[in-house]
């Protein structure tokens, strides 16, 4: 009797610190941006709205085909004027990249155009931060 307690026990310990394992690891992948979801329809069809993301926030290298989240330097928004730069992250696909190394990036919707380098034109290094690669999508 006194066995099956203890192993009653063990299994429960097990348990509980498995359970608390999982939930540690799922709040850090949360906090260092390492789980996200998009907002808004400019990336679709590959990426729809309000779908979650995984996010390679070491992976900041712009390449051309890459779908990254940037944070935009001195943006301000067309209504308000008002500098948006450091209040939003955009989800765009790196299209090009030119001798300067400055970004050309574009959303995936042809039907409804993202607002993105064809309103802006180019980001140079010191204008855009790239905050990691999208890795995968559910």
């Given at each position: 009797?006194?066995t099956?307690?203890?192993?009653?026990?063990?299994?429960?310990?097990?348990?509980?610190?498995?359970?608390?394992?999982?939930?540690?690891?799922?709040?850090?992948?949360?906090?260092?941006?390492?789980?996200?979801?998009?907002?808004?329809?400019?990336?679709?069809?590959?990426?729809?709205?309000?779908?979650?993301?995984?996010?390679?926030?070491?992976?900041?290298?712009?390449?051309?085909g890459?779908?990254?989240?940037?944070?935009?330097?001195?943006?301000?928004?067309?209504d308000?004027?008002?500098?948006?730069?450091?209040?939003?992250?955009?989800?765009?696909r790196?299209?090009?990249?030119?001798s300067?190394?400055?970004?050309?990036?574009?959303?995936?919707?042809?039907d409804?155009?993202?607002?993105?380098?064809?309103?802006?034109?180019?980001?140079?290094?010191?204008e855009?931060e790239?905050?990691?690669?999208i890795?995968?999508?559910?």
């Amino acid at each position: 009797m006194k066995t099956q307690l203890k192993r009653i026990i063990r299994l429960f310990v097990i348990s509980v610190f498995c359970v608390a394992i999982l939930f540690i690891s799922l709040r850090l992948l949360v906090h260092f941006n390492f789980i996200g979801n998009s907002d808004g329809n400019s990336m679709e069809p590959t990426i729809k709205d309000r779908e979650i993301l995984l996010v390679n926030p070491f992976d900041t290298e712009p390449e051309p085909g890459k779908i990254m989240i940037l944070k935009l330097s001195s943006l301000a928004d067309a209504d308000t004027n008002e500098d948006v730069s450091q209040k939003t992250s955009f989800l765009k696909r790196i299209k090009e990249i030119n001798s300067d190394g400055c970004i050309w990036f574009e959303g995936d919707n042809t039907d409804e155009l993202s607002t993105d380098s064809r309103d802006w034109g180019w980001f140079c290094p010191g204008e855009f931060e790239v905050e990691g690669t999208i890795m995968f999508k559910d």
